[in-house]
C-alpha cells in the first residue's frame, strides 16, 4: 500500500464470508456422501453374500462402493482446497489491515484524533 494502491478490505471479507459458506456446504455434502447414499446389497439383487438373483449384483455393489468412495475422497480434497484458500485470504486480508493500520499510525492517525493540521482518513 506504500506504492499508493489501495486494498478493498471490505472486498476481501466478502471473499472469506463466502468461502466459509462453500465451506459449511461441502461439509453437508461430506456428511450426505457418507451416510445418505448407501445402497444395500439385497437393492442390486443379491439376497447374501453367497445368493444372489442374478450374477451381476455382486460386481454392481462393489461398483457402486468403489464410486462412493472416490466421491468422498474427491468431495474431502475440494474442501481442504477451499479451507487452504480461505486461510490464506484470511492471511492477506489482515496483513492489508494491519499495514493499513500501522500508515494510519505513522501518519499520526492512531492516536483516536487526527494530528494537527491533518485531516482524519477513513
Not at 465451506?23 to 442390486?44: G, H, Q, R
Not at 499495514?99 to 492516536?111: A, N, P, Q, R, V
Request: net charge negative.
Amino acid at each position: 500500500m506504500s506504492d499508493g494502491m489501495r486494498v478493498d478490505l471490505s472486498a476481501l471479507d466478502e471473499v472469506i464470508r463466502r468461502l466459509w459458506r462453500l465451506l459449511d456446504d461441502m461439509e453437508k455434502a461430506s456428511t450426505t456422501s457418507k451416510y445418505a447414499t448407501e445402497i444395500p446389497v439385497n437393492a442390486f439383487g443379491q439376497v447374501s453374500e453367497d445368493s444372489c438373483k442374478f450374477h451381476e449384483a455382486a460386481e454392481l455393489h462393489g461398483a457402486h462402493r468403489d464410486m462412493k468412495t472416490k466421491i468422498e475422497g474427491i468431495i474431502e480434497k475440494l474442501h481442504g482446497l477451499i479451507d487452504d484458500f480461505s486461510t490464506k485470504t484470511s492471511k492477506v486480508r489482515d496483513k492489508y489491515n494491519d499495514e493499513e493500520h500501522e500508515i494510519k499510525h505513522s501518519m499520526g492517525g492512531g492516536s483516536g484524533g487526527s494530528a494537527k493540521g491533518q485531516l482524519a482518513s477513513s
